[in-house]
């Protein structure tokens, strides 16, 4: 290199082709946010009247017509005339330029933008699909009316010039590598790798909807990635924004607005932290914007269903549930002791059945069980039995059960296994009942041989006198069932 040749300025960003979402992407998912939306989706359905909700959502979408602008320096509404915008709606968006709070070009600018959000919608609706030719004709359609583009001239010399028709949807012919502040070059795709770039970048967002991204996480990564492409000459921020807006509202979020003053400062940090391989910093950006806007928006519901008649009846319904959660409580705990007098016999018979086969020299195997409910095709079993015996098991409410298996290793055709169950009655609306089955061995599984007696019916009282009574009787059902299934195993041995 000659001596009076300037030196070339350093690259601070080097391209490298797109990654791939990050494999700890779960990780980044915002359960905080997602509890806010769960709560948005059920508040939404008590709605009869939605216009003030559907209000709200137009001036978001509004918002971020004008702020995807502002954020790009296109030009500047302060934010009272933004706030006058946001209630008077885009139909009286004219009258704003007249009285000289913002320019024709803004106006121009943020009806082009507005209207690059419905097809933004038609997208989310399925009536487009996202394609290269879907990204270019967004492009267009965001920037229709914008007359000039900067350029950085050989001097780094910002200068305006005239953006033709003809370079607008269309992925760019020359290097846009910008000049940064420092005197350093960030480099961005270059104009050969766009086409196989923008293929990967859709084919893995269409991956990743099978995968269940979350919605946070697609739109940081999807935003991002395109960024690094970089695929126009101008106007890829706000590409980027329409589709990170896609991403949300397709998962029934609100669209995400980047505001100019809130979050410019924090957004091009994390775009930068996402260029070294970080892209927590944005996931989390965008998890608090759509968190905050979300909780707007439930305050709204809140104001329409009425503040204090819905704090009331949640009050009422948490009272409910405490006393619900106590109910559950105490019946499980009968039923417990009720299974434990069950499997404390059970264990008895066990023991007398191994010291009687062993002193006739025969081998018995046994075993007991009071954990059967943990075992998903026994439970099966277990409806089916109780089904087959004409009643219902409310499997909603606390249930137990347990058994007691015995067998010949020398004939295993011949094992049997006593279940009893303990269950709420889909008959009887607070009634529980006790069954009891007797199963054999079929073709590796169990098979059901017979029901062995009636229901044992019970009420759960929380008198300790009922309870005592309940135990007592139970024991006198039981001891029946366990006789009736030892002298069926007799008949078979």
């Not at 934010?79 to 320019?103: V, Y």
């Not at 705990?333 to 434990?340: C, F, V």
């Not at 007098?341 to 062993?358: G, W």
């Not at 079929?442 to 062995?452: I, K, N, V």
Request: glycine share 4%; net charge negative; hydrophobic share 40%.
């Amino acid at each position: 290199m000659a001596d009076n040749e300037p030196d070339a300025p350093p690259i601070s960003h080097k391209w490298q082709p797109i990654q791939n979402l990050p494999d700890n992407w779960a990780d980044l998912c915002r359960p905080d946010l997602h509890a806010v939306h769960r709560q948005w989706i059920a508040d939404r359905k008590l709605i009869k009247d939605e216009a003030k909700l559907n209000k709200f959502q137009e001036e978001l979408e509004l918002l971020w017509a004008i702020e995807t602008g502002v954020i790009e320096r296109l030009y500047t509404v302060d934010r009272g005339a933004t706030l006058q915008i946001l209630e008077a709606g885009m139909e009286a968006l004219g009258q704003f330029h007249e009285d000289s709070p913002i320019s024709t070009d803004a106006e121009s600018l943020i009806r082009d933008q507005r209207a690059a959000l419905d097809m933004v919608m038609d997208l989310v609706g399925q009536q487009r699909e996202m394609t290269p030719f879907y990204v270019k004709d967004l492009h267009q359609r965001l920037t229709v009316s914008q007359a000039t583009r900067d350029v950085l001239d050989q001097n780094g010399t910002v200068k305006e010039i005239e953006w033709r028709p003809s370079e607008k949807g269309v992925w760019k012919k020359w290097p846009n590598n910008p000049l940064q502040p420092d005197g350093s070059i960030h480099e961005y795709c270059p104009p050969e790798q766009v086409d196989s770039e923008i293929d990967q970048l859709l084919s893995w967002s269409k991956q990743h909807e099978v995968l269940d991204v979350c919605a946070e996480v697609e739109a940081a990564w999807l935003h991002h990635r395109f960024a690094q492409i970089h695929p126009f000459i101008d106007g890829n921020g706000r590409v980027a924004r329409a589709l990170t807006g896609a991403v949300f509202l397709k998962a029934d979020y609100l669209v995400l607005v980047v505001r100019d003053e809130e979050h410019r400062a924090p957004y091009l940090d994390a775009l930068r932290a996402a260029d070294r391989g970080d892209l927590k910093p944005l996931v989390d950006l965008f998890a608090d914007i759509q968190r905050a806007d979300l909780q707007d928006a439930l305050k709204i519901i809140r104001a329409l269903r009425g503040e204090e008649t819905v704090q009331s009846i949640e009050a009422a319904a948490e009272a409910a549930r405490h006393t619900q959660d106590a109910t559950i409580e105490r019946v499980a705990g009968i039923l417990d002791e009720l299974m434990r007098v069950a499997v404390v016999r059970f264990e008895e018979i066990a023991v007398e059945t191994q010291h009687a086969f062993e002193s006739q020299g025969v081998v018995v195997s046994t075993l007991v069980s009071d954990d059967d409910a943990n075992d998903l095709l026994w439970t099966r079993h277990i409806l089916a039995a109780v089904s087959d015996q004409g009643y219902r098991m409310d499997v909603e409410r606390p249930w137990r059960c347990g058994s007691l298996r015995l067998g010949l290793p020398a004939r295993p055709e011949a094992d049997v296994r006593l279940g009893v169950v303990l269950y709420a009655t889909g008959n009887q609306p607070r009634g529980y009942a006790a069954s009891a089955f007797l199963m054999r061995p079929y073709d590796g599984d169990w098979q059901l041989r017979r029901h062995l007696g009636n229901p044992f019916f019970f009420d759960l009282q929380p008198a300790t006198e009922a309870l005592e009574d309940n135990i007592a009787q139970f024991r006198v059902w039981l001891e029946d069932q366990i006789t009736a299934s030892l002298r069926e195993w007799t008949y078979d041995l």
